[in-house]
């Protein structure tokens, strides 16, 4: 990871999109400060759209893509974009071949399975608001040592089952995608090719959108994930969550 100072400006001078994820990168602590609120206004101001990348659920993400000066919002890490177009919400599955109804039973069952292999986990306190994953509480109300959370990681991958490790939670799903694949469908309908994006995150489960995209950054708090990550992104800024998000929105505008 090289400093984002050492970023060629000239490379971003094709860059028609912001992609950027929530918790640690927009949001710092559960807080959203003005300040990252008035540098999101910015980009959108200058013609670069903006589109959340997160994971979490489709009942925030809805009102996220309503009030928020966004173009589109990608949430449950990849399972879907909403999209507020001329007043309407444009809701978009990523794999519309996915029972919804036999997801969540088998995400019901895996849930015992983790219980019974790892004892008790709490469910994260926005589970209710989601349609298509289960998220499990590793450090937003509950804390759980990483070592835990990868051992349950990989048990839910040893199941058939995805997960992806955020700086909150752990995230379980069932279907072949990720916050990559629903991205790249966006971008593919905009007709933006990757080169003429850049992406901002913090933690493992970004990392997809790392390997994805050439312009990939990272706040600073990513270096306390590299021994678990094989896919690191191109460029760190010096401050960390909402503060690396200004840091880069400065640097780009």
Request: proline residues 3%; charged residues 25%; aromatic residues 10%.
């Amino acid at each position: 990871m090289k400093p984002l100072r050492e970023l060629d400006k000239t490379s971003l001078e094709k860059v028609k999109i912001l992609l950027f994820d929530l918790d640690g990168t927009f949001v710092d602590n559960d807080s959203l400060q003005s300040s990252t609120y008035s540098c999101l206004e910015r980009v959108v101001q200058n013609g670069i759209k903006a589109v959340v990348v997160t994971g979490r659920p489709a009942g925030w993400c809805d009102l996220i893509a309503r009030w928020w000066p966004v173009d589109s919002v990608i949430g449950e890490n990849g399972a879907f974009s909403y999209s507020l177009i001329n007043g309407k919400m444009q809701r978009e599955i990523f794999d519309k071949s996915i029972n919804l109804r036999k997801s969540n039973k088998f995400l019901k069952s895996l849930l015992e399975d983790i219980k019974v292999e790892f004892g008790e986990v709490h469910l994260a306190a926005d589970q209710e608001f989601r349609q298509w994953d289960l998220a499990i509480d590793i450090s937003e109300e509950y804390s759980m040592p990483m070592s835990k959370v990868q051992r349950i990681h990989n048990f839910c991958i040893s199941k058939g089952a995805n997960a992806a490790i955020s700086n909150i939670h752990l995230n379980i799903w069932y279907g072949n995608y990720s916050k990559r694949e629903m991205s790249n469908k966006l971008l593919n309908s905009w007709n933006i090719d990757y080169d003429e994006c850049i992406y901002i995150g913090d933690s493992p489960n970004d990392e997809p959108m790392f390997k994805e995209y050439p312009l990939s950054v990272g706040v600073k708090s990513i270096e306390k994930y590299v021994d678990i990550m094989a896919n690191l992104p191109s460029y760190i800024t010096k401050k960390d969550a909402n503060q690396g998000f200004e840091e880069l929105v400065d640097f780009i505008l």
